[in-house]
């Protein structure tokens, strides 16, 4: 595609649940991030993805969030027992190489009731 | 300390003015450098990115300091359509990204 797709766009779920988010990155793009934002608040550094392995994975906040990328495209940030805290936007983003500027999805809204 | 440290503003500036961002970071082994744009409920756009030598686009002037540890951004003739979060990026060795918390501006009719 043209760009970085996510899906959904908005998601509201109940304490408790699992939910899954789901990145598409640019075509090409071996470098895949994920980043969360909360409302006023900065970008936070979740999990950065070279090709389908992750070689860091210091930035998830808790064992409850786990990440994969499969063929070196499409990932998915799973966070289960949600917890309201987790509520915020999630971003997903790519670069060719990495190190490069990355461009970001239009994120993901989740909202954890 | 956090890796990235920006001034949060808020900066309000007049039409036409001339503005400045200053960044600072702390790993010395940072490679790359770069400012992204953030409108109100939208995801980060690259706006450009940060050459030690110094590089302009348009109205916009990015400049690395590699011995102080910071970069900045220059606004010249501000526009109203410029009123957006702005936040520098850091690019460690190891392929982390970290942001600023933004600095947000305000260009006044």
């Known amino acids: 595609g043209a760009g970085v797709s996510q899906s959904p766009s908005n998601k509201v779920t109940e304490k408790g649940k699992d939910v899954e988010l789901r990145c598409d990155p640019i075509s090409g793009h071996t470098a895949l991030y994920w980043y969360r934002q909360s409302l006023g608040q900065g970008l936070e550094f979740l999990i950065y993805f070279q090709g389908n392995s992750a070689p860091d994975k210091s930035g998830l906040p808790s064992d409850r969030f786990s990440a994969e990328r499969t063929g070196g495209s499409v990932s998915t940030l799973t966070i289960q027992r949600t917890q309201q805290e987790d509520s915020a936007v999630y971003l997903c983003?790519?670069?060719?190489?990495?190190?490069?500027?990355?461009?970001f999805g239009p994120g993901t809204r989740l909202t954890v009731l | 300390r956090k890796e990235v440290e920006q001034d949060p503003g808020p900066f309000n500036v007049p039409e036409g003015a001339t503005v400045a961002f200053n960044c600072t970071y702390s790993n010395s082994a940072s490679q790359s450098f770069f400012w992204y744009r953030q409108d109100c409920r939208k995801e980060p756009k690259l706006l450009m990115s940060?050459?030690?030598s110094g590089n302009e686009d348009g109205r916009f002037t990015a400049q690395l300091n590699r011995a102080s540890q910071y970069i900045s951004l220059l606004i010249r003739d501000s526009k109203l359509s410029d009123s957006a979060t702005y936040l520098c990026?850091?690019?460690?060795?190891?392929?982390?990204?970290?942001f600023g918390t933004g600095t947000s501006l305000t260009v006044i009719p």
């Open positions: 983003a790519s670069s060719l190489p990495p190190g490069q500027g990355t461009y």
């Open positions: 990026v850091v690019n460690t060795p190891t392929y982390q990204f970290y």
């Open positions: 940060v050459y030690s």
